[in-house]
């Protein structure tokens, strides 16, 4: 079964330091890996994904992801916060199977990332 | 860029009746949705996948008669709760695939959500 564990339940930085969300997955096989951010009274933003090829993927609003296979971690980074960097995150591994099962999300639990000033 | 409205945003309803919510892709057609139910300060956990002219494919655990899902169109699935009882307050979101159709490697789009409330 796929599955993602995000092990921190809140992540806080101080505006302008470097931040990391962690993520561990558990796939069979190559595994699909996403990053979503949500935002109060909105719905998720898609933020960057790994499918294949080079590790280091980089996404929207500065945000970067390193696929680690032999550490089953996919952890989102950014090298400088901003305050408006605080959101709720969500870590995602997709169903790569067929039929009905093709296509679907799981989802981490979520980290909260709150970044002061 | 590819939208998806959920209708309502809010609702408020007395245990037993039942609520339905409305899931459409405004500038492109889906013939995969997805709904989601989130819990407080939890994940969000996938209750089913909605097929447009078939029956949805439900997640272990989620009572196919307690939620019933309907894809009539391209634009269209709706998630309805029936007998609504306290336990079911959640927030309820859906998405789709940015493409349309479900793939492994494909980005979904999501809807704002829509808060159920149970008296």
């Known amino acids: 079964a796929q599955s993602v564990a995000q092990p921190e339940d809140q992540v806080n930085v101080a505006e302008g330091n470097p931040l990391t969300v962690k993520c561990t997955y558990s796939?069979?096989?190559?595994?699909?890996l996403f990053w979503y951010v949500q935002y109060p009274n909105r719905g998720l933003q898609f933020l960057l994904k790994y499918i294949t090829g080079d590790n280091l993927v980089k996404g929207s609003y500065g945000f970067e992801a390193e696929f680690n296979k032999s550490q089953t971690s996919f952890h989102l980074k950014k090298p400088s916060a901003l305050v408006s960097d605080s959101a709720l995150y969500f870590c995602a591994v997709s169903d790569r199977g067929r039929g009905s099962t093709l296509g679907r999300l799981y989802f981490g639990r979520g980290t909260q990332l709150t970044v002061w000033p | 860029g590819a939208v998806v409205s959920q209708h309502p945003s809010w609702v408020i309803c007395k245990s037993g009746t039942s609520v339905k919510i409305e899931c459409r892709s405004l500038d492109f057609q889906a013939t995969t949705m997805f709904w989601y139910r989130q819990f407080p300060k939890q994940s969000l956990m996938l209750m089913a996948t909605s097929n447009e002219g078939s029956k949805a494919t439900y997640e272990q655990g989620v009572e196919k008669d307690k939620f019933l899902i309907n894809h009539a169109s391209l634009t269209l699935s709706t998630l309805t709760v029936t007998s609504a009882h306290p336990e079911d307050s959640s927030f309820y979101i859906c998405s789709a695939p940015l493409t349309g159709a479900a793939s492994g490697a494909n980005v979904l789009t999501f809807g704002a959500g829509s808060r159920l409330t149970v008296l």
């Open positions: 796939v069979s096989g190559n595994p699909y």
